[in-house]
């Protein structure tokens, strides 16, 4: 699989550290030029002065790969604008986009103030947006000029999003809105040459160790062969897909599809609703249960 990215130029978001940093590496491995993006936060999204994707380059150059370090806030428009520019300016163009930056605040949902809510939301569903919008607006601009490339977007839910996750109520959501927002990038890019899709990967991470017991889980190396491949040109007819990685097995995950119905040929009435509906839910498969319930 050596080569598999061979002249590729991929930015890879919150890479200083756990996930990130092993996509940035595995990606290099296989012969991209990687922008290494890391705000150096900690855990709950704070400030550290760190800058963590230094390390993650120097690692990368060390191989004899190429790489630059970014110290882009990804939730910020302007900043995240400037980042894609880099990466154009640096390695003369854009192929590949790996949003992975994020971090949790985990509280049982009545506990969640206002300001964690809004700071989840922001660095995972915002910083998953403004990259995205600034890439989409480039390879548009490339398709229209006669240069369609190759482009690839892999970005990253969970399972949380997708099963929901007892005590991350502000992190499922904006998991969730990732999942969504991934079918809907998938759709409207297409026609420039671009895939989007997302992963939900398990690993143990600073994330993950504290929350509960990770001595079993994957490392987080272990999700990036599939991000490899995802961004590979031989994936271009893969798009709008969510792909679940623990460990060794990778799962195509179905989300929300079109179950049993019944047309009432008119109206409901609010009194036959409640049979009708039972009717259905007893058709339909159940639901998968939360994590943590």
């Given at each position: 699989m050596a080569g598999l990215l061979d002249g590729r130029v991929a930015i890879v978001t919150g890479a200083g550290r756990g996930i990130g940093r092993a996509h940035a590496l595995e990606l290099a491995a296989h012969g991209a030029k990687v922008v290494v993006n890391d705000y150096g936060v900690s855990l709950a999204g704070e400030g550290t002065g760190e800058s963590p994707a230094d390390e993650v380059v120097a690692a990368i150059r060390e191989a004899g790969g190429e790489a630059v370090a970014n110290?882009?806030?990804?939730?910020?428009?302007?900043?995240?604008?400037e980042m894609v520019r880099q990466a154009i300016d640096t390695f003369g163009g854009l192929d590949v986009l790996v949003n992975n930056a994020?971090?949790?605040?985990?509280?049982?949902?009545?506990?969640t103030s206002e300001e964690e809510w809004d700071a989840v939301i922001r660095v995972h569903l915002k910083g998953h947006f403004a990259?995205?919008?600034?890439?989409?607006?480039?390879?548009?601009?490339?398709?229209?000029?006669?240069?369609q490339r190759d482009?690839?977007?892999i970005n990253t839910s969970s399972g949380a999003g997708l099963q929901g996750?007892?005590?991350q109520a502000t992190y499922s959501a904006a998991k969730a809105g990732i999942a969504g927002l991934t079918l809907v990038a998938a759709q409207e890019m297409g026609r420039y040459g671009v895939t989007v899709n997302a992963i939900a990967p398990v690993a143990r991470t600073r994330m993950t160790e504290g929350a509960f017991d990770t001595s079993a889980m994957a490392l987080p190396e272990d999700n990036s062969p599939v991000v490899a491949w995802l961004a590979s040109v031989e994936a271009g007819d893969v798009t709008g897909r969510l792909i679940e990685i623990d460990g060794s097995?990778?799962?195509?995950?179905?989300?929300?599809?079109?179950?049993p119905s019944r047309d009432n040929g008119s109206r409901w009435d609010a009194a036959a609703v409640g049979?009708?509906?039972?009717?259905l839910l007893a058709e339909a498969p159940a639901?998968?249960?939360v994590y943590g319930a």
């Open positions: 110290g882009a806030d990804v939730a910020d428009f302007a900043q995240a604008e994020g971090f949790v605040r985990d509280r049982m949902l009545v506990n990259p995205l919008r600034h890439a989409g607006a480039y390879w548009r601009a490339e398709a229209k000029e006669g240069r482009a690839r977007v996750s007892v005590g097995t990778i799962t195509v995950e179905n989300g929300w599809a079109h179950g049979p009708a509906l039972r009717e639901p998968e249960p």
